[in-house]
């Protein structure tokens, strides 16, 4: 059985619905952030660099890092219906939008959360989250181009992990309903994958936060 280290409002989400995706047996160990759990020396233990998500897997290995767990679990287990198989022709395009899905677009919003990792100064906190918001906008402007001429999905008709980290990008952001008015094409991404069984079940764990934690 995998042991999934968790918590609500974070990258968990994908390890997570990658997990249930296939149908596999696991445990969810709640890490609760908001007291400052990831940051004791018993989850230090499992992930030095106090972040979740964390998979400890059956044989007792620990992988960190939510795009490389969700990407492990899905090849591990044949799950090429969302992650294209090495001589898949999709295969370059699911890697292309993952990775800047997983790098570019979610580390975009870091600064707007932890200001205060780009400056001690916290006079400068606002000018800060302006240019992350700014930052934000910028970075989903090539995924609206793809997703609207090639869509609903990054891989057309085909569901992909690439689309359960562009939903779980948006739950960052600080009003959804603007990212989904301003971006339709992602709106629609994001919806059809919200109707998923088990992608819904996995929203439906999460609660809203006023401010999210990465």
């Known amino acids: 059985m995998y042991r ?32 400052g759990e990831h940051s004791k020396p018993d989850y230090l233990a499992i ?6 998500p964390a998979l400890e897997l059956p044989d007792g290995a620990i992988l960190t890092e939510s795009a490389a767990i969700s990407l492990y679990l899905a090849e591990r287990h044949g ?44 006079g400068d906190r606002p000018r800060i989250r302006a240019r992350a918001t700014e930052r934000i906008i910028e970075c989903w402007q090539p995924v609206e181009a793809h997703l609207a001429a090639n869509g609903p999905y ?14 779980m990008n ?6 959804p309903e603007q990212l ?4 339709p094409a992602v709106g629609r991404c994001i919806a059809l994958a919200s109707e ?7 929203l439906a764990q999460q609660k809203r936060v006023s401010v999210g934690r990465l």
């Open 180 to 183: 989904v008015e301003r971006f």
């Open 4 to 35: 999934l280290y968790w918590a609500e409002g974070t990258a968990s989400f994908a390890p997570q619905a990658v997990l249930e995706e296939a149908g596999l047996a696991y445990e969810l160990v709640r890490i609760d952030t908001t007291r």
């Open 47 to 52: 992930n030095p660099a106090g972040r979740v």
């Open 79 to 122: 799950l090429e219906e969302i992650a294209p198989a090495v001589m898949d022709p999709d295969r370059g395009t699911f890697l292309r939008w993952l990775f800047y899905l997983a790098v570019t677009l979610q580390e975009a919003y870091k600064p707007f959360y932890y200001p205060e990792r780009w400056s001690a100064d916290p």
């Open 196 to 202: 998923r069984p088990v992608i819904a079940r996995c």
């Open 170 to 175: 948006s739950t960052w952001h600080v009003t």
């Open 154 to 167: 990054h891989l057309g008709e085909r569901f992909s992990l690439a689309d359960i980290f562009v939903l």
